[in-house]
């Protein structure tokens, strides 16, 4: 890896995402993935402050450098990306040999808060790069 290249764990919010033919697509707006298992999932892009953000993939990534996230398609391709979701804040995977009390525990258990979208104001922020990871 040279120098100028960065780790999927550095790439920030505010960072411009380039599309495949070199022009210049969006902003970051989120990253996704396990830090701790160093599982890079993939990123949140919006072309504009305002616009709903759309889910990148992480092997739609050609390359990170710093301050930039390169991506293998074109705008086109941008354009057909799916509307990001924000994952749940928490799940819990209840093993199968868990006891039945653990797994009715689990049934009754209400399900992890998912949020649609990132809200307007966090857009705004994130867009600038005044805000950083949750």
Do not use: C, N
């Amino acid at each position: 890896m040279t120098s100028d290249r960065v780790s999927w764990l550095m790439i920030e919010p505010g960072w411009r995402v380039v599309s495949s033919d070199g022009k210049e697509v969006g902003r970051v707006l989120e990253v996704t993935g396990d830090s701790g298992a160093d599982i890079f999932d993939g990123v949140a892009i919006a072309f504009s402050m305002f616009d709903k953000p759309r889910y990148v993939p992480a092997e739609q990534v050609a390359e990170i450098v710093e301050g930039r996230v390169h991506l293998k398609l074109d705008r086109a391709g941008i354009e057909r990306l799916r509307e990001f979701s924000q994952p749940a804040v928490e799940e819990q995977i209840v093993p199968g040999d868990a006891s039945t009390a653990r797994r009715a525990e689990t049934a009754v258990a209400p399900p992890p808060r998912r949020q649609t979208s990132i809200p307007l104001l966090r857009r705004i922020l994130l867009w600038f790069g005044l805000t950083g990871r949750r």
